[in-house]
């Protein structure tokens, strides 16, 4: 099995940054996709960025581009999303994932889920 415990999560006031921590660990991963989504309040789950173990491919959601930052630590087995410049907007819960067979952009794409992690951006 794999598991995904996220961590980094907080308050931070708009303009501010947090950097999220998702530690995998289990059978391998290394040929997995890695991704992060966020869901607010009465919202559905959507994704935010992905990358690769390997080759580190990544993509981000149109909403964070420019603003975030994901990065994966192979020693640590650890993905990171670094947010910068965050808004309001971007409270919500931020769950780390696995996608065995890639990067995909769909909640029903991956395989494994952490708890989540709150994030609450004040203005």
């Known amino acids: 099995q794999v598991q995904l415990v996220e961590s980094g999560g907080g308050f931070v006031q708009a303009g501010g940054s947090l950097r999220l921590s998702c530690e995998a660990s289990g059978r391998t991963f290394s040929s997995y996709g890695m991704g992060w989504f966020r869901q607010a309040p009465g919202k559905e789950r959507e994704f935010v960025a992905g990358?690769?173990?390997?080759?580190?491919?990544?993509n981000y959601a149109d909403s964070v581009k420019g603003r975030f930052t994901i990065s994966a630590d192979n020693a640590k087995n650890t993905v990171y999303l670094q947010m910068n410049s965050l808004k309001p907007e971007d409270t919500a819960v931020y769950y780390c994932?696995?996608?065995?067979?890639?990067?995909?952009?769909?909640?029903?794409?991956?395989?494994?889920w952490g708890q989540g992690t709150h994030v609450t951006v004040s203005s």
């Open positions: 994932a696995a996608d065995r067979l890639g990067i995909g952009r769909k909640v029903e794409s991956y395989d494994y």
């Open positions: 990358i690769t173990w390997k080759g580190r491919s990544t």
